[in-house]
């Protein structure tokens, strides 16, 4: 029997200013990756994510980005590579004590936006980052884009691995998500990405834009929550896994 776990970006919310549907998708998924205030969120809005989550038993992660709030975290920046592990170490601290004071603790680690792209194509900045994490809690689960850098840095490191698709995104023919800024690359049709993961978990391969099939270990399947049909995309997602006889729970990390 196929298993696989959903997660999602949250607690993107930046003081009154709010962002993706938090609250509708803790209903949904079963892993969530909070945002630790330098791309996105704050001090409230973390310890309302992280509160939401523990209620809802699902599975927290913390979610380190760029310190780089107008950018949303999508902006490239040059860091070097002990820049890069500070910064993991920073967010990833903030994430454990908020996720303590909700009665809860961080079980997974991923990097976001254009600093997870960053590391993907690059193996020492992946390493680094991970090697953060690490000397924080060397029992962390570190989400990876599979076989990309981030997942050879993980390993290399003996870390805990939990491996990822994008239900929303399209892949290249060397198994990297596609630009935003191309046509094609965002997913919107919650029937298309619930039949395409559908046929990545059967085939066990990433299928890229061009049909190509890259054999993959999938843990996880990853689920935006900032469009305007998020939520519906992801209740159908779930639905038609479910109606498939995939079984959702949360990884357990292997190494």
Known sequence: ????????????????????ADSALLDIITSANIACGLHAGDPDVMAGAMALA????????AHPGFSDLQGFGRRRMEISQDAARN???????????????AGGHVRHLKL????????????????ACYQGALMV???????????????????????RIAREIFADRAY???????DRRLPGALL??????AARILAM???????????IHLPARIDTICLHGDGPSAVIAARKLRDSLQEAGVTLAQFEGAR
């Open 1 to 20: 029997m196929m298993r696989v776990d959903l997660n999602a970006d949250m607690g993107e919310s930046f003081g009154p200013w709010p962002m993706g």
């Open 54 to 61: 523990v209620k809802n038993g699902v599975g927290i992660g």
């Open 87 to 101: 910064l993991t170490i920073y967010q990833f601290g903030a994430a454990q004590a908020m996720a303590r004071a």
């Open 112 to 127: 976001h936006g254009a600093l997870a792209n960053m590391a993907a194509e690059d193996e020492a900045l992946a390493r």
């Open 137 to 159: 809690d060397p029992d962390i689960i570190i989400v990876v884009l599979v076989g990309t850098a981030q997942e050879r840095a993980a390993r290399e490191l003996d870390a």
């Open 172 to 178: 290249t023919e060397d198994g990297l998500l596609m």
């Open 188 to 193: 919107h049709d919650a029937d298309e990405m």
């Open 201 to 211: 978990l059967q085939a066990e391969a990433i299928i890229t834009a061009q049909g």
